[in-house]
Every structure is written in structure tokens, then in C-alpha cells.
T-cell receptor, first 113, second 112 residues
Framework: GENVEQHPSTLSVQEGDSAVIKCTYS??????FPWYKQELGKGPQLIID?????GEKKDQRIAVTLNKTAKHFSLHITETQPEDSAVYFC????????????FGTGTRLQVFP | ETGVTQSPTHLIKTRGQQVTLRCSSQ?????VSWYQQALGQGPQFIFQ???????GRGNFPPRFSGLQFPNYSSELNVNALELDDSALYLC???????????FGQGTRLTVV
């Protein structure tokens, strides 16, 4: 079945630096790739997503890139702030299923002031 | 706030017991999905309900079952609880296909 691998599992950066999280998926039929931020005691919150017909998408300090040939996608956060500290999950799904998601194992991002 | 509420927030059950978890979807959302998130792991898809019918299921045994009601609220039922069922259970609701799904805050289930 579909599998999503995510690296690194933990990431520590200084405030103002950039952070990059990478994911690899196995099912070539996947075409929807969201990224979620989960803070302690809360459910995952969608921060950005990309579909297979697009190679890159940007929203202010957050960007996602997709390489369908290599089956990997990445989250880039620039000018990190302490409030960016959280666990980040990548996910993948087929078709228009924004909610039948296969999640990665998560990356704990710590931004130090 | 996402408008998706789950109850209870925490509960403790004994191995072998049964449990019912509840989810109130965001207004106008007719599709709900349930996920199990073990500690330190990503959420795993359990099943989805659309207009009161199961519409896809992940790799979970039949003792995990669900219901969706006409007002689009839903339940997750787990029979014969096992220690490994201890996890955060999340529901996510959405409206039209191809639109964002919103997660609730989850129910933390501990099986002892």
C-alpha cells in the first residue's frame, strides 16, 4: 500500500534561519500532498498543499515543492519564528481525496530565539 | 478554531471494554474521516463516512466501526479494546469534494 517517509524526525534552527522537511511517497497515483502543523493538545492544521499538476507553491514564508518523477516533496519555511515550533506532518492521497490521507511520521521543529 | 468538536477529550478504559467517541462536524460538512494517532506517530486513516454510509476504510479490524447521523455528527466505536488501541483519535470533516478537511482536537484514549 501507500507509504510516506518523512525526514528529519527532529529539526532545531535559530530564529530567522530556514527549515526544510522532506517526504517521499511510494504510490505514483498520489496527486494531492498537504502539509499539517500540529501543536501540543491540538489536531493537525493544514498550512499548505500542492497538487500533482503544480511543481511549486508559495504562501508568504512557507513554500512546497513537488518532484513527481522522483516521488518526493518538501516543505520550506523561511525566516523562522519561535511560534513555528511544532510537529509538522506531510501526507499524500489519490484523486480529490483531501481527507483519505496517508501521513508521514512527523518532524518536530524547534526554533530557538 | 476549526468548528469540529470531539468528545470526550480524554478517557481511560480497561482492556476488553467497548468505547464510543463522538465528533460534531463543521456546519454544512457531509463527509467525516476518522484517524488514529499513536504517540510520536502520524495519524492513520481508519475510515470515512459520506451521507451516513462508509466510504473507504484503512487497515483496521472490524471491531472498529462507525456511524454518521443525518445531522452529520458521527461516532467511532471500538469493541474489545486492546492496550495498543491507546492513542489520540481524530476526526476531520469537509464539505464538497476537493475542499479542505478540518480536524478536531482529538480524543485521547488510554487502555489499561
Amino acid at each position: 500500500g501507500e507509504n510516506v517517509e518523512q525526514h528529519p524526525s527532529t529539526l532545531s534552527v535559530q530564529e530567522g534561519d530556514s527549515a526544510v522537511i522532506k517526504c517521499t511517497y511510494s504510490d505514483s497515483a498520489s496527486n494531492y500532498f498537504p502539509w499539517y502543523k500540529q501543536e501540543l493538545g491540538k489536531g493537525p492544521q493544514l498550512i499548505i498543499d500542492i497538487r500533482s499538476n503544480v511543481g511549486e507553491k508559495k504562501d508568504q514564508r512557507i513554500a512546497v515543492t513537488l518532484n513527481k518523477t522522483a516521488k518526493h516533496f518538501s516543505l520550506h519555511i523561511t525566516e523562522t519564528q519561535p511560534e513555528d515550533s511544532a510537529v509538522y506532518f506531510c501526507a499524500a492521497s489519490k484523486g480529490y481525496n483531501t481527507d483519505k490521507l496517508i501521513f508521514g511520521t512527523g518532524t518536530r521543529l524547534q526554533v530557538f530565539p | 478554531e476549526t468548528g469540529v468538536t470531539q468528545s470526550p477529550t480524554h478517557l481511560i478504559k480497561t482492556r476488553g471494554q467497548q468505547v464510543t467517541l463522538r465528533c460534531s462536524s463543521q456546519s454544512g460538512h457531509n463527509t467525516v474521516s476518522w484517524y488514529q494517532q499513536a504517540l510520536g506517530q502520524g495519524p492513520q486513516f481508519i475510515f470515512q463516512y459520506y451521507r451516513e454510509e462508509e466510504n473507504g476504510r484503512g487497515n483496521f479490524p472490524p471491531r472498529f466501526s462507525g456511524l454518521q447521523f443525518p445531522n452529520y455528527s458521527s461516532e467511532l466505536n471500538v469493541n474489545a479494546l486492546e492496550l495498543d488501541d491507546s492513542a489520540l483519535y481524530l476526526c476531520a470533516s469537509r464539505g464538497r469534494e476537493n475542499t479542505e478537511a478540518f480536524f478536531g482536537q482529538g480524543t485521547r484514549l488510554t487502555v489499561v
